[in-house]
T-cell receptor
Framework: GAVVSQHPSRVICKSGTSVKIECRSLDFQATTMFWYRQFPKQSLMLMATSNEGSKATYEQGVEKDKFLINHASLTLSTLTVTSAHPEDSSFYIC??????????????FGQGTRLTVV | GIQVEQSPPDLILQEGANSTLRCNFSDSVNNLQWFHQNPWGQLINLFYIPSGTKQNGRLSATTVATERYSLLYISSSQTTDSGVYFCAVGTFGNEKLTFGTGTRLTIIP
């Protein structure tokens, strides 16, 4: 299957600081990547769709100025949590598909990033 | 948007038992995947199964798209099967996945 790598796997930061999370497709190029958030004992909720070379598309209720997404290359999307607060503590995970396999095929996920804001 | 419900929400079984997890969705889909989320949070792809039946070792899955449900079968459960199982669906013309509510499976030795 296609490999998606996410870094870091765990990060602790102070309130008010910013944190950048990277999502890489290792063996394919991805024009689109997806960012999800998961609170403890809950399901995964889509935050935004990252589009290579253009602006990200955010889901309703997600603050685009707080969660900055950059998809500068076909293998890298980044999510920056700006001015983090304790309520931003969560598990963030990205996914991508290999477009050479066709449209709407199997999605693969990164390892996830557990963010703790203190 | 599409609603995805999984049942049961929690399941506790003895090692060696069999289990059936269900995923109901409210609209037509052209993508359905089953995942196992391990204790570290990583999502392990189990099946890509928008329709039909697939088997992989002790696991198998069936999706009846016309009736809007999918089933995941786990036979001869092992303690390593413990974790949360999610189904996720995608609809026509939309690449994003909507996740179900999850089933937390605990296998007791």
């Amino acid at each position: 299957g296609a490999v998606v790598s996410q870094h870091p796997s765990r990060v602790i930061c102070k309130s008010g600081t910013s944190v950048k999370i990277e999502c890489r497709s290792l063996d394919f190029q991805a024009t689109t990547m997806f960012w999800y958030r998961q609170f403890p004992k809950q399901s995964l909720m889509l935050m935004a769709t990252s589009n290579e070379g253009s602006k990200a598309t955010y889901e309703q209720g997600v603050e685009k100025d707080k969660f900055l997404i950059n998809h500068a290359s076909l293998t890298l999307s980044t999510l920056t949590v700006t001015s983090a607060h304790p309520e931003d503590s969560s598990f963030y995970i990205c996914s991508a598909r290999d477009p050479t396999r066709g449209t709407n095929t199997e999605a693969f996920f990164g390892q996830g990033t557990r963010l703790t804001v203190v | 948007g599409i609603q995805v419900e999984q049942s049961p929400p929690d399941l506790i079984l003895q090692e060696g038992a069999n289990s059936t997890l269900r995923c109901n969705f409210s609209d037509s889909v052209n993508n359905l995947q089953w995942f196992h989320q391990n204790p570290w949070g990583q999502l392990i792809n189990l099946f890509y199964i928008p329709s039909g039946t697939k088997q992989n070792g002790r696991l198998s899955a069936t999706t009846v798209a016309t009736e809007r449900y999918s089933l995941l079968y786990i036979s001869s459960s092992q303690t390593t099967d413990s974790g949360v199982y999610f189904c996720a669906v995608g609809t026509f013309g939309n690449e994003k996945l909507t996740f179900g509510t999850g089933t937390r499976l605990t296998i007791i030795p």
